[in-house]
């Protein structure tokens, strides 16, 4: 392995993987952005936006230093670290908040084939979530490059974007906004942006197993909530082009373009976003499916066939396509923020916990083994 693959793969991979799998659940609409950063304030959601950082840092250090410490690469191995034989509570969890995402890609796509190409709602939910079960039959390695690749696309784009509304809008009169939100509830936001993201770490630990040291981690761990965090910080930054008007439109980034009159750009980044539904998609399910071949593993028997990964997938979009139906705006607001404190409970008490302790425990208590 040449220095520069094996670098790219311990401090980059994890975190492109990690914003490409949660990015397209309401970030790449904005939504998510508004509902929990700046609904607050422009000026304000800085505050947000570094106890993300904080937060999420922190989680995301934890647990790939659990992973590399232990050589556990799949959820249900970490969590039978943390919670013991209580661990398929989280994914219980991890379940509903698959769909949930799943969910809002399918609404949020679906919004977009109407308004942009005149399809149903359904037809345009029901295609992309069929692209996400054509990837996933390819398998890990191919989900896992289209990933990792396709988010130098997304920041490519988001660049051009952030550079356009700078010189188009005028951003300066509401950039000093801070809102009436107090202190304490725009922490309360930024947590619980940390809690309901943060569990998608123990999902792709798949991609962690180049990491061999400590330093590793938490370097990887602090490079990953960069990538993580910069896209939503630029939407934050170019929405204050119409604030506090933005709030109330259930996919922000539309707006902006239909101020920019951008035909060339909207273009690019429906590209992009749609792209990045697509991979968001088959990255939750990739995780799924790698728990599922680590219990076949473990019980000595054959791992998935790209059909029955294909099948389970199907089975998963429909179930989206139906939870589809309450809308974007609600899936994020009502869905998300229930979900945040049900994986406070199973995730980040457990993770600060028996995961603290894991790491610090003497060292000639042996890990166990690998699963996968």
């Not at 295609?127 to 997304?154: D, E, H, K, N, P």
């Not at 922000?252 to 998609?281: C, H, V, W």
């Not at 974007?328 to 603290?356: D, N, Q």
Request: contains cysteine; proline residues 3%; glycine residues 8%.
């Amino acid at each position: 392995m040449s220095r520069i693959v094996r670098w790219f793969k311990i401090y980059l991979l994890p975190g492109l993987i990690l914003q490409s799998v949660i990015v397209a659940g309401g970030y790449g609409t904005g939504r998510e952005v508004v509902e929990y950063f700046t609904r607050h304030g422009i000026q304000t959601g800085w505050l947000g936006f570094c106890i993300a950082f904080a937060s999420f840092s922190l989680v995301f250090c934890l647990c790939l230093e659990i992973s590399r410490q232990y050589r556990v690469y799949d959820y249900r191995s970490f969590f039978q670290l943390l919670l013991g034989r209580a661990w398929f509570l989280f994914e219980i969890v991890l379940i509903i908040m698959f769909m949930l995402v799943l969910a809002v890609i399918g609404a949020a796509a679906g919004q977009i084939a109407r308004d942009e190409w005149g399809l149903s709602e359904a037809w345009g939910a029901g295609l992309m979530l069929s692209l996400v079960v054509v990837l996933l039959f390819f398998g890990r390695q191919v989900v896992t490059l289209i990933l990792a690749y396709w988010s130098f696309y997304l920041f490519a784009v988001l660049a051009i974007y952030l550079v356009v509304v700078a010189v188009n809008l005028d951003l300066a009169p509401t950039l000093t906004t801070e809102g009436d939100s107090p202190r304490g509830e725009i922490a309360l936001s930024a947590l619980q942006y940390t809690f309901y993201n943060s569990p998608a770490i123990p999902v792709i630990l798949y991609c962690a197993h180049a990491i061999e040291t400590r330093k590793q981690a938490i370097l990887s761990g602090l490079i990953g909530t960069l990538l993580v965090l910069t896209p939503g910080l630029g939407l934050h930054l170019s929405f204050s082009g119409h604030y506090p008007a933005i709030l109330e439109a259930s996919l922000p980034i539309y707006t902006i373009f239909d101020l920019l009159q951008q035909d060339a750009l909207k273009f690019a980044y429906l590209i992009m976003l749609m792209g990045t539904f697509i991979e968001s998609g088959a990255g939750n399910l990739q995780g799924f499916i790698e728990r599922i071949d680590s219990k076949l593993a473990e019980l000595s028997k054959p791992r998935l066939t790209p059909l029955q990964k294909a099948l389970i997938s199907s089975a998963a979009m429909v179930v989206a396509m139906l939870l589809a139906q309450f809308g974007i705006t609600r899936l994020i607001a009502e869905g998300y923020s229930a979900l945040a404190w049900a994986y406070f409970v199973v995730f980040i008490v457990p993770l600060f916990t028996m995961g603290i302790y894991r790491i610090w425990r003497p060292a000639r208590q042996t890990p166990i083994s690998r699963s996968t």
